[in-house]
């Protein structure tokens, strides 16, 4: 017997990292939807056994990561693009797998209908969600022919070139001034202070700073440019004035995507367009650094958000899907 009932055997099958053709495969029917996927299996050369799961090992039509938050994809049927779902007994089984190996603060968080069809289960099973945002939008960056995303920004904003000029990788140097300000994005994110849970938030900020994954703009701590040290190639600042991360990054063969999280831009300069000009010039960057020139850049917002949905909006980014979070 278990949480759901006496049942046939689970059709799961737990993967490692040598098995992961398949589910990469069932990631590029939907590429920037099942990037963050992609990515979560590719980044670490190790799990536990269940960690990873799929309902075929060579073909599988859903898989999931599920330890600690639980990262569905391909359970819903997706007409439009030929793919069939994989029905709602894998949905039963997945929510049956993962009900013991999800913690407090974890989440449910993928597609929208591949997370409402295993949440379905899971809140039957009586697990509790602390907060549930069902509308994500699921947005995609433009491409700019001849030209960059920052330059037709600019034309908005011509004052702020420093803004698109001053965005760049963070250094470790830079740590310091970055964790509080990706705390601070956290807390107001997601309700609490991530660093309260021990160091592993942090370990996560200096892993997204050391992989080149982490953009800042610096000011003087009052919105205006804080200067670079054109010999030492250092910039100076007080405070970081934006920042945004590069979440998941695939280098897919069929072409790269990334997907932006973490975006902010610090409460004092809101509303000035500064964190249009830097998003912009982040999106290029990420393109330069991570993606050969090229590649979809994409990132996801709540639906309540509207002063970031309209800057999403006025940057050209255009909704391709919806995503879906259960905060537990």
């Known amino acids: ?24 495969e069932l990631c590029s029917i939907d590429s920037v939807a099942g990037v963050c996927l992609a990515h979560q299996v590719l980044r670490w050369p190790s799990w536990a056994r269940g960690d990873v799961v799929a309902d075929d090992r060579w073909r599988p039509a859903a898989g999931a990561w599920a330890t600690g938050s639980l990262m569905p994809f391909g359970l819903a049927a997706r007409p439009e693009l030929g793919h069939p779902g994989a029905g709602d007994h894998v949905a039963h089984a997945l929510a049956d797998h993962a009900y013991r190996r999800l913690t407090h603060h974890g989440s449910v968080a993928g597609p929208a209908a591949d997370v409402a069809a295993v949440w379905e289960h899971l809140a039957a099973a009586g697990m509790r969600s602390r907060e549930e945002r069902w509308e994500q939008p699921l947005l995609v960056a433009p491409r700019i022919a001849g030209g960059t995303l920052a330059t037709a920004a600019l034309r908005r904003r011509p004052g ?19 964790l509080p300000a990706s705390v601070d994005m956290f807390t107001g994110e997601l309700g ?17 700073i050391t992989s080149g994954r982490s953009y800042v703009l610096l000011d003087d701590g ?35 995507v990334a997907q932006l999280t973490g975006v902010w831009t610090r409460p ?37 958000n509207t002063a970031g949905l309209g800057l999403y909006r006025s940057l050209g980014f255009e909704r391709v899907g919806t995503f879906a979070t259960v905060l537990l």
């Open 268 to 304: 004092d300069l809101r509303g000035r367009g500064i964190g249009s000009v830097a998003l912009a010039a982040v999106v290029d960057a990420v393109r330069r650094d991570h993606m050969g020139g090229d590649g979809v850049v994409s990132l996801y917002v709540n639906s309540f």
């Open 192 to 208: 609490y202070d991530p660093t309260t849970a021990g160091s592993s938030y942090a370990r996560h900020v200096n892993w997204l």
């Open 160 to 178: 702020l070139a420093w803004a698109a000029a001053g965005v760049h990788r963070a250094t470790p140097a830079e740590e310091a001034l970055v």
């Open 1 to 24: 017997m278990n949480l759901f009932g006496r049942r046939p055997p689970s059709p799961l099958t737990p993967l490692d990292p040598t098995q992961l053709d398949g589910l990469l």
């Open 222 to 256: 009052a919105g205006a440019a804080a200067g670079m040290d054109a010999a030492e190639g250092v910039y100076g600042g007080a405070a970081v004035a934006f920042k945004a991360d590069v979440g998941a990054l695939w280098s897919r063969p069929g072409g790269a």
